[in-house]
C-alpha cells in the first residue's frame, strides 16, 4: 500500500476475506473499496474515519465502510488489533441504500470468536472455504446492522471524487503539486481547503505533501544517478536546504546518513509538531489468513 492510494486488495480465488492481528498498528490515510471491522483486543488506537479521531480501548469495535478515507495510529506499544477486510459485494445486495449511522460500534457483538472461526476456515483451506468464512461475516454484519442504527446511503458526490483525484495524483507526483495548486483543482480557496483537507483528512495538506515528496527523494537517491541538488528539485524541494529539513522531519535522518536499509513505512503519520523518532512505529502483523 503506497501513501493515500487507493489500496487494492487481492483475495485468492473465490475468498473474498482476509483477517489478520497486529501489534502497535498505524498506517498512513489511504482507502479501499472493501470494508474494514477493527476491534481493539488490548490497548487503545485512535482511528480517523468519517471527518473524526476515535478513539477506542480494549472491547471496542470500528466499521470502516468500503471507499472511506482513514488512518489509525495505536496509542501504546503492545496494542493488539484484529481485523477483518472483505469485499463490500459481500453486503451491497442488502446494504447498498443504507449505511451505519456512527462507525463506532455501541453494541456488543462477539467479534473474536469470528475472528477465529474464520481465521481456522482459511488456514484449513477445505473446498467452499471461501463461502464459509464469507457466511460467518455475513452474519456477524447482520447482527451488527440490526444492533447500530442506520442512514440512507448518500450518493459520492462530485467534490469527493476530486477531492481523492487530487491526493492520488499528489501521491504519484508530488513534484508538480503546491499547495495553490491543490486548492486551484478542488476549486477552493486556500482557506477553505485548508479547513476542507485537513477536515477529510484529519492532516495538514502541507504535511501529507511534505511525506510523498521525501517518498519520491528516496526512490530517486535508491537509483544513484542524481545528485542531492537534482533530487531536491525533482522532488519538488526547491532548495537543498528546505530538502534536508524536511527529509530530516519525515526520516529522522539527514538525505546523506540515511541507511542504506531504510524503509520510509507506510504505517508513518507525518508529524505536525512533535519531533519523529522512527523506532516507535513498530507494526508488527502477528497473524493473518485470507490473502
Known sequence: M????????????AVKVWVGKYRHSHNLLHWHPDCELLYVEKGSIDVFCERQTHRLTR??????????????SACEADTTLIVIIFDYEILKPYLGEVRLLHPRLRGNYDIPAVYRTVRDILLRKAPFCGLDATAHIMLLMADIFRGEEVAPRP??????KRFM???????EKPECFTFSDAAS??????GYFSRYFHSATGLTFSGFLNYARVEHAIELMRTKEYTMTEIADRAGFGTVRNFNRVFHAVTGYSPRTLPESFRLRDDFVYPMAAPFDPTLHDCE??????R
Not at 450518493?155 to 469527493?160: F, G, K, L, M, Y
Open 185 to 190: 483543482f478542488m476549486g477552493m480557496s486556500a
Open 285 to 290: 502483523l502477528l497473524e493473518s489468513a485470507g
Open 59 to 72: 472491547g471496542e469495535a470500528l466499521y470502516i465502510d468500503g471507499g472511506r478515507v482513514h488512518y489509525m
Open 165 to 171: 483525484s487530487l491526493i492520488e495524483q499528489v501521491a
Open 155 to 160: 450518493a459520492q458526490d462530485e467534490t469527493d
Open 2 to 13: 503506497m501513501i493515500a492510494k487507493r489500496e487494492v486488495w487481492k483475495y485468492p480465488e
